[in-house]
């Protein structure tokens, strides 16, 4: 059957879609949003309330409320008690519902606020240190910096957050040494004084918490704020699932399932209904205010999936995935976790705006830095390009961008002149299909090798992915982003099914996730669900991560030919 033959009937299949209809109202809000405010608020109080008491009994209050410099700065220093808790997912409600777990988070965020603590002290006490010429000074930050966060690749996954913790001491410093026109108040280098108040501050903070979440939420309004679930399968899996829920007193509620009608429902420690068919899933979500879902059913298509994921998106409900359900992203991401069960998440994605908006900024910013930088290795490449082989310079091709737009896409010639499409075509058809990759070989390349079209100077540039330099220019005009899903062919797109041109509702991207997971070395359709979890789940952080993976992976050569 031709691509052609083939995107017809594809295109001819009617899309699953699910019953909006049978919405009877608004999906609410979970009430128990409410306590992430109420943990925050708890927070401040604490660890401003330690250091205020640690102040009082060592005797300072008196000379601490005659400098009010002194009391700003005081407060800066007790909300670093707190600085990590986000980063410990110490705000996360269905990782703290165990005490043991809490206390660990706890303690792990404490760790990082000492390190931050103690740079202070150091820095506010070494004053010929603070007498460095500025732009010294903030060269060998930057390059300790670039060199622990190369390091943390290797060594030590946690150097990350010592680089969070010297930072925000940098921070409070710096702030201090513009807000202080007489000197930092002795009080801020006493380090004898702010250990007491830290300590005061840590055993606040840890009575708080345990009062507040293990007493006041997972017991006295533990029917407020328990959340509502659904599960979209009737398998083992999920009666292993509910059970669990229900034998740990995790704080959730599941409802019922969804599915097919020979599959009536859960025969649990607690029996669980079937609440109605996959198609009813909207009113289902909305009658019963459901916060989350966990699919275990291993049987649903890939259309009824990816309509549940764009629901869930919409109503910012999190789906939640078995590792077994997508095996690729168990084997080349670390997952998350449901209440202590190891679990893929595909979140819901909130502020979209605000992010896309703050994507493109990013975008334009080091594009065009980047672009400048690099110019004379753009020109080099130029003329080794040119003088290789007769031809022009760059390669030009229509490409399918954001929401299906086509746009001009640009590379460095890599291939004789007139070389033609005809070999990548029909590999790409194959691989498509399923024919290629296939044969139970996880090192077989995915990828065309030893091309014949291919020049001397395109081959090193393939190998260090350097003719792609010029899609910078497709990211300054706006037609790609530097992360998000690579950009397909149109003869690609003809061949796509229906849920795998979900890819395509993002920009393409110079780099994405399956580039620094596996390259050349995933299936096709394991890419589609690569390229699926990024767009369900991305952010800024998940960004930054992949640029810094991707680094090494054109470096070590991984996958390229």
Known sequence: MSPESSAENTMSCKPFELEYESVPMKRKRSPRLGYKFALLAGDFVAAIGGFLLGVWLTGQNISLWQDSGAILGLLALSLTTIAFFQTYSLYSYHLLFTRKKHLVSLAKSFCGSIITLGTILFLFNSTQLLETPFLVFVSTLLLAAVVFLFLSRFFWSHVLDLLVAIGIALLIVGLSGMGFTEGVPAIMTNGPVISICFLLAMVLLTASRIFMMHIIFNQWLRRRFRGQVVIAGSDQEANNIVNYIIEHNAPFWVV?????????????????????????????????????????????????????????????????????LMPVIDIKIHIDNFCGLPMIRLCSQKNTWLFNKLKHSFDALISLVFFIIQLPLFAAVSLAVKLDSPGPVFYRTEAVGKNSKKFQMYKFRSMLQDAGNGIHKEFVTRLIKGEIGDTGDECQPLKITDDSRVTRVGKFLRKYSLDELPQLINVLKGDMSLVGPRPCLPYEYECYKEWCKKRVSVRAGITGLWQVTGRSSVSFEDMILLDLYYIYNRNLSMDFNILFETIFVVFGKKGAY
């Open 256 to 324: 019922g399932t969804v599915g097919p009608k020979e599959k009536s429902g859960l025969e649990s420690s607690v029996p669980k209904r079937r609440l109605g068919a996959i198609e009813q899933l909207p009113g289902i979500i909305s009658q019963f205010k459901v916060d989350d879902i966990i699919i275990t059913d291993e049987d649903v298509d890939k259309p009824r999936l990816i309509a549940m994921l764009d629901f869930c998106k919409s109503a910012g409900i999190n789906a939640w995935f078995p590792p077994k």
